[in-house]
């Protein structure tokens, strides 16, 4: 008789925890929690084996509505005891909830060390370009002249790029999507949860009392034909509302172009490789319509699989154990006169 049993079927409601969400009215955190719970169920993990880790901030009370465990940390540190807790238990599921300023501030750091780690945890930075629990200061992200409290004469500071930033300190999955593109948010947070390694998801997330509208130039219904580039692997990389527009390699970069021009057809374009090891093609990618012309690229910029950190820790500790466990008096024995100091 086999033993094997089904996987428990589970609902969103199972996710859902009994705290009241206090957000604002119209947070776009309100849309992000509602697609993690709604994915939540698909993946086959119980909610006793899952994990969520915030930091600081308007996006870090995400553990409190989640029915799973969950750290609510200290500023910028979540990075940390993410670290520690898939260290200690490599099986638990892992998501880590952080913002443009918990994240990429006080946190940047811990940040750039897990994602080249590449522990299996899923990372959610919601980038409104703004401070918000602490009333509106100017962030990590701000666009140079933002008027903000703190900046009242506007920001001199140039703003970190998450996705670049990611790309940069060797992240194995990196994506980006927008708060108000609810399938797309769902397609690629379920992506990102599916990645065997470090996922990075940057979510253009609005805030409504004191950025709001930050990202409407890319995000607004009128506009995010013309000033989105969605990505798909192997496809070409074709935009604009009539599919006329699309992006070629000039010298070392990427640009836009007009198709059907004369000279340039849909066959001139860049198809899509997000499996590309070298990160040089997704660096350029995530780099295009800031402060630059062309389109802002959403979906998943890159994948590609490598051992994890909890992989390799495995190993090492096989290696270790392989010649028997010594006893702790053993080992200090062992150190011998070479860890004795005359001060």
Known sequence: MSTATATPPYSKDDFVSDQDVRWCPGCGDYAILHAVQKIMPDLGVAPENVVFVSGIGC???????????????????????????KAINPDVDLWLVTGDGDGLSIGG?????????????????????????TKGQYSPTSEVGQITKSSPMGAIDHPVEPVPFAIG?????????????????????RRAAEHDGTAFVEILQNC??????????????????????????GQPLIYGSESQRGIVQRGFSLAPTILE???????DCMVHDERMDDPTYAYALSRMGIGSEGPLALGVLRQVLRP?????????????????????QDM????????????
């Not at 540190?77 to 807790?85: E, H, L, N, Y």
């Not at 995000?219 to 990505?231: D, I, N, S």
């Not at 994890?308 to 702790?328: D, F, I, N």
């Not at 024995?333 to 005359?342: H, I, L, S």
Request: proline residues 2%; contains cysteine; charged residues 20%.
């Open 109 to 133: 750091n811990h940040l750039l060390h897990t994602l080249r780690r590449n522990f299996r945890v899923k990372i959610l930075l919601f980038n409104n370009r703004i401070y918000g629990l």
């Open 208 to 233: 409504v009392i004191f950025n709001h509208g930050t990202w409407d130039g890319i995000t607004g219904r009128e506009q995010r034909t013309e000033h989105q580039l969605l990505l798909e692997h």
């Open 59 to 85: 996006s870090s009370r995400f553990p409190f509505y989640m029915d799973t465990y969950g750290f609510h940390t200290i500023h910028g540190r979540a990075p940390c005891i993410a670290s520690g807790i």
């Open 169 to 189: 300190a060797g992240a194995s999955f990196v994506a980006r999507t927008a708060d108000n593109q609810i399938k797309h948010m769902e397609a690629t947070i």
């Open 308 to 328: 994890t950190y909890e992989q390799m820790h495995a190993q090492e500790m096989s290696t270790a154990r392989a010649g028997g466990e010594p006893s702790l």
């Open 261 to 267: 021009d004369g000279e340039t057809t849909a066959g």
């Open 332 to 343: 200090f024995q062992g150190f011998g006169k070479a860890a004795t100091w005359v001060v």
